[in-house]
Structure formats: C-alpha cells, structure tokens
C-alpha cells in the first residue's frame, strides 16, 4: 500500500543507506577492484576486437564480451557503479557534510577549569600583581596570533583557523560538478576523426560518434538553432567542414615541423560560419565544437605488379621516400624528385634504388614518371602522383562548462582543508588567584605545542 | 644530438647513493639499540647530505638539459628518490618519527640501483616527444612523485604498526568495554582500542602522510587530464595509467572515509595503505613494465 506514510519511510529509508560512509567505502573498493581489472586486461576500444580474439580464441572472446570484461570502462556495471557512487556522494553531502559546513564559524563551548586541565595541552598560571596577567591580556595576544578570541565574564575562548573544516564540502561541490559534467559531455557530446585532402570535406554526423548513436540526417535541426545553443543532445549538428588547404612547415633540415588548415565550417545553405587555420595544439573552437590538427600525411599512389596502393611519403634525412622491404636484407627505396620537366604536368618524379641492410649503398635502378609505370627487373612499378592528407580530430564536449568549475573547486577545497583548527581557552579559578589556559588543535599537534609554548612565554614577561 | 652527462652530476649522484648507503647502515644499528640515539641523529645526518648532493646533480642535469630534469625513467626515479628523502626528513623534523628510518633509507637504495642499473637509453639526454615538450611536466608529475613518497613513507609506517601491534607489544589490539555507572541505574559505556604508545604513534605517521598525499595525488589527476586535453583534446581516455591512478586514488578514499569511524581496527587502516602503496607502484612503474599499453608508454622498460 504506496499511501504518504510508506513513501515517507521510504524516502527515509533510502537517505539513510545512501548517506552511509560504509557504502562510499564498499563503492570506493568495488570500483578500485573492477578498475584494476579493466587495467590489467585489454580492452577492445584499445586494441581492437581482432587483437581479442587473436589472444582468447573466439569462444572465450564471446563470453568476456558477454560479461562486460572486453570494454570495462563502458560496460552496465561500471557505469552502475558510478552512478551509484554519485547518488552516494549527493545524498551524503547534503544530509552530512554540507549540514556540518556551519561549525567551520562557530564559537566553541565555554569551558570550566576543571575541563580544561583535561585538555591535551594546558597550564596554569598565577594571578599576582608581580605580572598583571588577566584575561585581556591573554585576549590581546591571542588576537595578535590572529584568533578569534571572546572573553564571558571569567572565562575565555578563542579559536583559529576553524575555515579550514569547509575543505571537505567544497571538495565534495567540486565532485558533485565534475560528475554531472561527465555525465552532461558523455550523453550529449560527440567526437570523430577524419583524413582529407585540399578543397575536399566531410559532414560532422558522416563521421562523427556520440554515446546515443543518433545520426542526423534532417534539414534542420530544431534542438541546435545554427546561431543559438551549441547543445546538441545527441544529434549531431549538420556541418560541412571544409578543407581549404593544408600544408607542412619544415625545419631547415627538412625535418616536420608544423601542419596547417584551412578550414571552414559551412552550414546547410553554405553559408560560411568559420574559418580558420589551425596547426598543433591550435585548434578551432565554434559553437563548442572544436576541431584538431591530429596529423599529417603525404601518401603517393603507386602500383606494385598491378596491385595499387596508397603509401605514405616519409622524410628521413631531407629526402621524401618510400622503403618497400623485399627481403630481410634487401629493400627498395623510392625518393620523389621534383623536377622542371615541362613535359610532366606535376613535376613529380620516381627515382628507384636498392638498398642493402646495414650498408650505406645504394644503387640506382631507374625512374618512374608520373602517370606512367617502368619495367625494372621483375617489378612492375607505377606511380600516380601524390595527395596530401590532413588528420583531423573534432569533438564536443558539452558538459565543459561544470567540468572545468569543478576540477578548480576539487582542487579548491584540498587547499582549504590543508591547515589545523585550533583551540585556546582560558579560565579564572574560584579563588581568583590562577589562571588556567589549555588548547587543542585537530591536527599539527607538534606545531600547536610549540605555538602554545610561545603564548605562555610571552604571557608571563611583564609587559 | 646527444647532449655529454656532465661529470658532475655523476658525482653528485654517487655520493647521494653513498651517503643513503651510509646512513641505511647507522638507522639499522640505532634501530636494533634504541638507546643508540647518536647514531639516529647522525644517519639523518647522512640523509641531508645525501639530499643536498641530489639537488645540485639535478641542478646540473637541467642546466645540460635547459630545462627541469624530468624527461625520462631515470630523471623521474632520481626525483621521486629526492622527494622521499625530504618527505622522510620532513616527517622526521616535524613530528619526530624515528623508527624506520632503516626501512626508508634501505628502499631509497634500490631505487638508487635501479636508476643506476637502467640501461644507457633510458638515461642518456635526449630531446624530447612533441607531446612532452610543454611546461605541463611540470606541473603534473611532480605533485605525483611527492605523494608517491609519502604514500611510500606511509606504508612503512603502517608495516611498522602491524609489526608493533602483532609481534613485538604481544597485547596486541585490546579493545576494552568501559562501563561507568554514575548514578542509579545510568550507566555511560565506552569503547576504547588501545595500542601501544609506539604502535598509536605509527597510526597517526600514516595517517598524516595519506593526508598530504591524496590532496597531491588529487591534484597530481586532474593536471594530467588538463594536460591530456590540451594535447590530445580529450580529458579523459581510459588510459592504463589514468585508470591505474584512479584505483590508487579509490584504495586511500577508501582509507580516509574509513578513518572517520572512530571504532575501526588499526590493523584494517594499516592493511589498506599497504594495498594502496602497492597500486602506487603498479601505478608508476608496472603499468610500463607490464606492458599494459596505452598512451603513457615513453618510461618503457624494454
């Protein structure tokens, strides 16, 4: 029977069991242990799938799948086991330690003397008029140490550094954001790879992937107004990235040392929306969209006894070559030439040698032009002319907006926590002829002794 | 271009190793003879000389290399070795631990002897991956080493208490019923574990240690995934290093949620910092030489 009573008991049955540290505990090792598996096994995202069956044979492959073990990191439990963390983590916060943040400002309770003699740290004093000690005094100086210090009739409290008790709650905020960032990025974002040529393109939700695999392929996209919210909810946006040209810088020794593009990003009508050329760790950044210069590539196009193949181009040693192995000691290098032939439409040329294992030698076979094939020997090489390939990396990432807040309130609060609440009270017996003074600090009890120490020493120099 | 190792700099990393050899020595003989306590002073003695010589080899590798030394295995080892040296002194000065030193200084040799015994390509000076060129290294790894160190010093700290409260203090971990009857019929109870002075005393070493540990490791984490998205544009990828420092990171949560509950065993919180400092190694060195792949390979052991 669901009537207000039982929900109530429920509602408080479930704040219980989820505020509980036991459970963040029995969280924390059940995610350290499956993490640890997720580690030390290979994971298919990394390795790919035909590495895995290569390793365990199929069967055993399946039933890995099956369990989850091949993908761990985005397999049922995994997730189940965060997300429980992270209800864990706000029902906690709320019912614990946010509760708890007040005490960072609070007064301590007035203490007696004999309580204070009970103290980890105390001593006492004596009221004469030889060194015009009383409670003001003590007052004063404890303010000059940067207390907080209140003095009720014949008693004192002071207390410093009590702030630092908010550590924990501004951590836990921090968590709090950064998860539901995560879950905001993982749900909603998307990301893709691809490699194109000059004044070639390629549409976002052709290659892009995101957690809810729903591709658009309408005209518009009524949840993401091109000019307003860069939230795409699963549905990637309809852009045309367009590669305007792309190029490499070199070193003076003909070693890489920077790519470029030219890019654009185009709407469904072809409007231009923006343009940019981005290089290496100089992205473009649109509408929360951003798009990488990943890598690079120049490939030739070659055949090989009729078998065609695409060949990426290397530079070793200020020539841009191509090594075909024939046998373990044997290879053929391939170097592209430019030459001024004006017969030749690209001016690329193929020049063949040999080259031998562990020898600097090598000799020259012939030279292929382009469009053409050569007869050298038993090969059959032809060559095609070169591309250019620009690697590019796009993704999104929503939820950025809590994630970054997040990690700087993480990162926060473990500041704050670093430093000790302390302690002093002070109190003037019944006879009125001592004072008894005694501390406590929850952490750097070593510290707190010696700046105890120095109070005392101070105190009772006649000033 | 291969840029010379200055003679220095061996020297320098030759008398720290001695000195950690030296100083190993006198903690054990003051360690087997409490009363020795000369010997005690004299062996951190030995360790500061030991420091001091590591810093000026390090100061003379970054100026070969224009740059901090934190570029391959050998640097990092050499720098985590530092950082436990100054961690152990620290901890020594401050709240004057003075019983493992000899467990300190002992370990401290084979990190030593591992650096030494890396081969020539792990050490030499060599320029660096793109990826790592970036002032990031140093504010990522560093903060990481540290807590290592102190995570490490913990550990022994927790050896140590699990030596103490099974072996040595033959009470072991008593837990005691107090009941006090103060007036008729009301009675107050209390629920006391009690220890050795010297076995609460390493209780507390370890818990100050994972306490400046894991804000170090916490902050250690999230500068590598600042620094994963500035370089390959994802935060977070799943990579056996990033996960490895996450199970590190859950193991002391644990260790610290675990503290809040006054009643706990000493023995179960000494436990999980020895397994913690154990994901600390699998953590900093097996993911490399286990070969879990990923995107952290460059300190590969081949």
């Known amino acids: 029977m669901l009537n207000k009573k039982n929900i109530h008991q429920i509602k408080q049955l479930f704040i219980e069991e989820f505020s509980s540290v036991k459970l963040a505990i029995t969280l924390f090792i059940f995610l350290a242990i499956t993490t640890l598996i997720g580690t030390i096994l290979p994971e298919e995202p990394m390795v790919g799938s035909l590495e895995l069956i290569k390793r365990y044979g199929r069967q055993k492959y399946l039933i890995l799948k099956s369990l989850g073990l091949t993908d761990v990191f985005h397999s049922w439990w995994y997730l189940a086991l965060l997300t429980t963390l992270g209800i864990n983590l706000i029902v906690a916060s709320f019912k614990r330690v946010f509760p708890r943040a007040y005490i960072a400002f609070q007064w301590p309770m007035e203490l007696r003397e004999e309580s204070i003699k009970k103290l980890p740290i105390n001593c006492e004093l004596d009221l004469n008029d030889k060194n015009n000690l009383n409670l003001n005094k003590i007052e004063s100086s404890l303010r000059k ?38 879950a905001v990025s993982t749900l909603t974002g998307f990301n893709g790879m691809a490699q194109i040529s000059e004044n070639e393109g390629f549409y976002l939700a052709d290659l892009g992937q995101s957690t809810t695999q729903i591709k658009s392929t309408e005209e518009r996209n009524w949840l993401a107004p091109i000019s307003k919210m860069p939230i795409w909810l699963g549905k990637i946006p309809p852009y045309l990235v367009n590669v305007n040209k792309t190029w490499r810088e070199d070193y003076e020794t003909g070693q890489p040392k920077q790519w470029y593009t030219d890019l654009s990003i185009l709407d469904q009508n072809k409007n231009v929306l923006a343009r940019k050329t981005i290089h290496v760790n100089d992205p473009l950044e649109f509408m929360g969209l951003d798009i990488y210069q990943s890598n690079w590539g120049k490939f030739a196009q070659i055949s090989f006894n009729s078998e065609n193949a695409s060949v990426p181009v290397e530079t070793f040693m200020g020539e841009e070559v191509i090594f075909l192995p024939l046998s373990d000691d044997i290879g053929i290098k391939l170097k592209l030439v430019q030459t001024q032939d004006q017969n030749t439409n690209q001016g690329d040329v193929l020049e063949l040698y040999s080259i031998f294992k562990d020898s600097p030698i090598q000799k020259f076979l012939g030279k292929v032009n382009v469009n053409q094939k050569t007869q050298i020997g038993p090969m059959n090489i032809g060559y ?54 005694g501390g406590n600090s929850d952490r750097a009890k070593g510290k707190f002794f010696e700046e105890f120490e120095k109070l005392i020493s101070e105190l009772i120099q006649n000033k | 271009m291969e840029i010379k190792i200055a003679q220095e700099e061996i020297l320098f990393f030759n008398i720290s190793g001695i000195a950690v050899f030296i100083s190993f020595w006198l903690y054990a003989v003051s360690w087997m003879n409490l009363k020795l306590n000369i010997l005690k002073k004299t062996g951190s003695a030995f360790l500061f000389l030991s420091l001091l010589s590591l810093t000026i080899a390090l100061v003379f590798r970054g100026i070969a290399l224009k740059f901090f030394p934190l570029t391959n295995l050998y640097e990092s080892l050499v720098i985590f070795a530092w950082a436990i040296i100054a961690a152990y002194l620290f901890l020594e000065w401050k709240f004057k631990i003075d019983y493992f030193g000899w467990m300190v200084s002992g370990f401290l040799l084979m990190v030593f002897l591992y650096a030494t015994w890396l081969p020539e390509s792990q050490k030499q000076i060599a320029p660096l991956v793109p990826a790592l060129q970036s002032y990031w290294r140093v504010i990522h790894v560093p903060p990481l080493l540290m807590s290592y160190a102190l995570f490490l010093i913990g550990a022994f700290s927790g050896a140590a208490y699990l030596i103490e409260t099974n072996f040595i203090s033959k009470s072991g971990e008593k837990k005691k019923n107090i009941t006090k009857e103060i007036k008729e019929g009301i009675k107050i109870n209390s629920y006391v574990t009690e220890v050795s002075e010297r076995a ?28 994963a998205n500035h370089a390959w544009g994802a935060l977070w990828q799943w990579d056996p290093k990033e996960t490895m420092a996450l199970v590190t990171w859950f193991i002391y949560a644990a260790y610290l949620h675990f503290r809040l509950n006054t009643q706990v065993s000493g023995k179960v919180l000494a436990s999980i910092a020895l397994v913690g400092v154990v994901m600390v190694y699998l953590t900093y060195l097996g993911v490399n030489q286990f070969n879990f792949g990923g995107l952290h390979t460059y300190g590969k052991i081949e």
């Not at chain 1, 009739?153 to 950064?178: D, E, F, P, Y």
């Open chain 1, 384 to 437: 095609f002319g070169t591309n250019i390939l620009t690697g590019l990396q796009f993704k999104s990432n929503p939820g950025g907006f809590l994630i970054y807040p997040g990690l700087f309130f993480i990162i926060c609060g473990v500041f704050i926590a670093f430093g000790s609440k302390k302690q002093i009270w002070a109190s003037i017996n019944a006879e009125n002829n001592k004072i008894i003074i």
């Open chain 2, 200 to 227: 609460h005393f390493f209780d507390e070493t370890t818990y100050r240690c994972v306490t400046f540990g894991f804000p170090l490791l916490t902050i250690g984490i999230i500068n590598g995934a600042l620094w």
């Open chain 1, 145 to 182: 140490k940067r207390y907080k210090a209140k003095i009720n009739n014949k008693s004192l409290i002071a207390v410093k550094g009590g702030w630092h008790r908010l550590g924990a709650s501004v951590t836990h905020v921090g968590i709090l954001t950064l998860l539901i960032g995560c």
